[in-house]
């Protein structure tokens, strides 16, 4: 599922092929995001990654989640996710 915000902006269901984009990102900004985001130092690995990715789709599919990535311009900027 993708939706399209406006020309620039989209979001797209998570699911395992946005895991290397998602650890690089991790890593690029690792020290910003430790402040707010506890899990990011449990994320060492691109496997951590595609482990996290079963356990969201799972939650996606339970309907207790949906996990969505964030791209501005063709680029991964960020996560988001609705939890019931």
């Not at 984009?21 to 890593?27: H, N, P, S, T």
């Not at 969505?68 to 311009?73: G, K, L, M």
């Amino acid at each position: 599922m993708n939706i399209q915000v406006n020309e620039h902006l989209r979001l797209e269901l998570w699911d395992e092929s946005h895991a290397e984009a998602c650890f690089a990102m991790i890593e690029t900004n690792r020290l910003f995001l430790r402040k707010w985001l506890a899990f990011v130092d449990n994320m060492q690995t691109v496997q951590q990654i595609y482990n996290y990715s079963k356990f969201a789709l799972q939650r996606n599919v339970d309907g207790l989640e949906a996990g969505f990535v964030i791209f501005e311009n063709e680029i991964m900027v960020g996560r988001i996710g609705i939890n019931r």
